[in-house]
């Protein structure tokens, strides 16, 4: 299945939750948030939260520095 992660599709094997983007891309969740339709996603919910084809996700990640 396809979604979208900040606007660029992004394939992920059906029955996708939320946390498998982290693995997907290879990075550390910490410092990561998770945004679907605008809404926030707790992060104890990224192993629930299924994707669906087509879905909108949003990442944002924290950065150091100044």
Known sequence: ???KL???DLE???GAVLADI???LGIDSKGVA???D???IPRDE???TKLNDGTDVMMIRAA???
Do not use: H, P, R, Y
């Open 6 to 8: 900040n606007g660029e």
């Open 38 to 40: 605008s809404d926030v």
């Open 46 to 48: 990224w192993t629930t």
């Open 34 to 36: 998770f945004a679907i």
């Open 12 to 14: 992920l094997q059906d």
């Open 64 to 66: 150091c520095g100044g």
């Open 22 to 24: 982290c693995s997907k």
């Open 1 to 3: 299945m396809k979604i």
